[in-house]
């Protein structure tokens, strides 16, 4: 990835503010589906008469009454639970202020574009940007009791997830929760470029209006955490030889074996490099995550040494990206997954990492919350 073409989104300044929203949900059979999505298909500037058309048939309800949700979602096996409203987009941090909302990765400027044409043109939030954050006992606790009592919305989606989702329309509970939340730090952990395109609606419309906020689900790392994986690489026609040359020349502790050795040396400051034939890892010092050390060091060594610059592929799994190996495309590199505090400090010393360090999983289907961008809620509250 080129350094040059992606850009940072400003993180935003506290407190977290969760807006009250009036929801709009799909039909049970058209969350997370393909005729479900087929509400959001192209062209974009026609999915509000289409959504309009699907309200009139009974395929999508819109609730009478303004709410901040908690939405608990289960997927092979994984339960997440998250406090879902209308984040407020209007303070971003400046020099001195305490950061609230911290994005942890660039974007790309044209991925930003095309999002916020289309979120635009719908005028619709269809998904939650997911926010991670270790939530106060008392936040906690608060939750507890909301989740005690019968949810106002169930639904088993067609992709497989169970979803159950509670209305908070009680002002004292309301109240309450917007308090609890005053202290939150929260990451970001799924949505950089929609959040981004949410700041530039933002920025374009207003702050007081109905732009001025964005969709999203807080998610207790403590309660019900989003597992965090690894995303591999493979570095298209380089080989683990230039790797390790380079690596060397950089004065990187650096060993070489058998594939088994490598995969067994994987470690959380280990990264691991294979090809066709070779294989090796690479101690990463102990102030430097891996994969900072991969994009800021060793690829840039390899241009840098007059190789060619190597495509980079993302992949989820190990086994991927040494398919992608074995049939000569390139290097994988297998990375170790990341811990929330990890990402944390290296954002509170002002760092950012490369493009798709994290992976978030799972992702709840789109239609169970969505939030229409003008859906009669004073916006002046």
Not at 138 to 147: A, G, I, K, T
Not at 161 to 181: G, I, K, N, Y
Not at 270 to 286: E, F, K, T
Request: net charge negative; hydrophobic share 45%; proline share 7%.
């Amino acid at each position: 990835m080129d350094e040059s073409a992606v850009v940072c989104p400003p993180a935003l300044a506290g407190p977290v503010v969760l807006h009250p929203f009036r929801a709009l949900h799909l039909a049970a059979d058209r969350v997370g589906s393909a005729a479900g999505a087929r509400a959001f298909a192209s062209p974009h500037e026609r999915v509000p008469r289409r959504l309009a058309g699907w309200l009139r048939e009974g395929l999508a309800v819109q609730e009478d009454v303004p709410a901040v949700w908690v939405h608990e979602y289960t997927a092979r096996g994984m339960t997440v639970r998250g406090v879902v409203g209308a984040l407020d987009l209007s303070h971003p941090a400046g020099p001195g202020t305490t950061r609230a909302v911290l994005p942890h990765e660039r974007v790309l400027p044209a991925q930003v574009d095309e999002l916020e044409r289309r979120i635009h043109q719908m005028q619709l939030q269809p998904a939650a940007i997911l926010l991670a954050h270790r939530a106060s006992p008392q936040l906690r606790s608060l939750v507890d009791r909301v989740v005690a009592g019968e949810p106002d919305l169930e639904v088993d989606d067609p992709s497989g997830q169970q979803h159950r989702a509670w209305a908070v329309t009680d002002p004292d509970t309301a109240a309450e929760l917007a308090e609890r939340l005053s202290g939150t730090q929260a990451l970001i952990a799924d949505g950089h470029h929609r959040y981004a395109a949410y700041l530039r609606l933002c920025a374009e419309h207003g702050a007081d209006g109905p732009w001025g906020r964005g969709l999203a689900m807080l998610i207790d790392h403590d309660d019900t955490p989003l597992f965090l994986g690894a995303i591999h690489r493979l570095l298209r026609g380089a080989r683990v030889a230039s790797v390790v040359e380079r690596a060397r020349a950089v004065g990187l502790e650096v060993r070489t074996g058998s594939r088994a050795q490598a995969l067994e040396a994987l470690d959380r400051q280990v990264l691991v490099v294979a090809d066709q034939r070779d294989a090796a890892w690479i101690q990463v010092p102990d102030d430097r995550l891996p994969v900072e050390l991969l994009h800021h060091d060793l690829v840039p060594a390899l241009a840098g040494a007059g190789l060619p610059g190597p495509g980079i592929d993302h992949l989820h799994t190990a086994d991927q990206a040494l398919s992608g190996a074995d049939n000569g495309v390139g290097t994988a590199v297998l990375l170790p997954a990341l811990e929330l505090d990890e990402v944390m400090r290296v954002l509170r010393t002002g760092r950012l990492l490369p493009e798709k360090a994290t992976s978030f999983q799972p992702k709840p289907s789109v239609g169970v919350l969505m939030r229409p961008v003008h859906d009669g809620v004073d916006d002046r509250t």
